[in-house]
Nanobody, 112 residues
């Protein structure tokens, strides 16, 4: 089974930017991929989705601020996050859409 390793999280001030990366142990080109996040005490939510055909969709809360992209040859999915807000503080995960096995995630903290 393909494993995903997320990286790039950290502490950033409001208004700042971060770029998350997700590297897969196997091929991702056949699958829709997505970034999710989980706020403390809440359920995991979908943030951005990258379709096999190149389509992208975003949660309303991040539209215009976050950009998902993928490099299938490098088996990597990215999440560019700009104009970060304290509400973006969460653990971020990437996964193949529809799969229910999760990696460690990467912590993003937006605070002054």
């Amino acid at each position: 089974q393909v494993q995903f390793v997320e990286s790039g999280g950290g502490l950033v001030q409001p208004g700042g930017s971060l770029r998350l990366s997700c590297t897969a142990s196997g091929i991702i080109s056949y699958y829709d991929m997505a970034w999710y996040r989980q706020h403390p005490g809440d359920q995991r939510e979908l943030v951005a989705r990258s379709g096999v055909g190149g389509s992208t969709t975003y949660a309303d809360s991040v539209k215009g601020r976050f950009t998902i992209s993928r490099n299938n040859a490098r088996r990597t999915v990215y999440l560019e996050m700009n104009s970060l807000k304290p509400d973006d503080t969460a653990v971020y995960y990437c996964n193949q859409v529809g799969r229910n096995s999760w990696g460690q995630g990467t912590q993003v903290t937006v605070s002054s």
